[in-house]
């Protein structure tokens, strides 16, 4: 299966508000409410940030947020802080018991 | 706390075996999958396979099949993802995460081991 579609890159300033998407297809994103959003630091392991679509796990801010709507979910992550920096990855179930990743998009805080 | 603590940095020649270890702490260890994701240098997040660690049922990505083992040994709370053949775009850091899955649909990754870096290199 092919890899989700998220932007290589987005950025914003602090306080703001950005909004990265991920888009699949029918077979996946579409289809199941089992996207899940990472965050990972340069050199360090991924971070669960957000499961089925909207939940965040405890001990997550609540400035992150996700949605979905289609074939595309999305993450948003409001009032940016310096620390936000990272890379974020989207992920979904694709049936027959397997996942899919997104590429990837790198935030940039100015 | 929930940990997951990998094995370390391995380098190999283009066609030999690498196997990595995961040991889990700090929850019941039957009561979840663990699932392998690696990502080669600068690149992506890929999703390699899960294994049940109740009952060994595993579930390869279709690119890794034939060549790719996840076992678990409920003994020590410890999986283990073995990797034939390895070619040099086999590079990567692997890591084990923790999954949630119900009868075979996959929810959530979490946590994540710390990754081991596998390069492969003649």
């Known amino acids: 299966q092919s890899a989700l579609t998220q932007p290589a890159s987005v950025s914003g300033s602090p306080g703001q508000s950005i909004t990265i998407s991920c888009t699949g297809t029918?077979?996946?994103?579409?289809?199941?409410?089992?996207v899940s959003w990472y965050q990972q630091h340069p050199g360090k392991a991924p971070k669960l940030m957000i499961y089925?679509?909207?939940k965040r796990p405890s001990g997550v801010s609540n400035r992150f947020s996700g949605s979905k709507s289609g074939n595309t979910a999305s993450l948003t992550i409001s009032g940016l802080q310096a620390e936000d920096e990272a890379d974020y990855y989207c992920?979904?179930?694709?049936?027959?018991?397997?996942?899919?990743f997104g590429g990837g998009t790198k935030l940039t805080v100015l | 706390q929930v940990q997951l603590v990998q094995s370390g940095a391995e380098v190999k020649k283009p066609g030999a075996s690498v196997k990595v270890s995961c040991k889990a702490s700090?929850?019941?260890?039957?009561?979840?999958?663990i699932s392998w994701v690696r990502q080669a240098p600068g690149q992506g997040l890929e999703w390699m396979g899960w294994?049940?660690?109740?009952?060994?049922?595993?579930n390869y990505a279709q690119k890794l099949q034939g060549r790719v083992t996840m076992t678990t040994d409920t003994s020590t709370s410890t999986a283990y993802m073995e990797l034939r053949s390895l070619r040099s775009d086999d590079t990567a850091v692997y890591y084990c995460?923790?999954?949630?899955?119900?009868?075979?649909?996959?929810?959530?990754?979490?946590?994540w081991g710390q990754g081991t870096l596998v390069t492969v290199s003649s």
């Open positions: 294994i049940s660690a109740y009952n060994g049922n595993t």
């Open positions: 992920c979904s179930y694709a049936g027959s018991s397997t996942s899919v």
């Open positions: 029918s077979s996946d994103v579409g289809s199941y409410n089992l």
């Open positions: 995460a923790r999954l949630s899955m119900v009868q075979g649909v996959i929810d959530w990754f979490d946590p």
């Open positions: 700090g929850y019941t260890f039957t009561s979840y999958g």
């Open positions: 089925e679509v909207s």
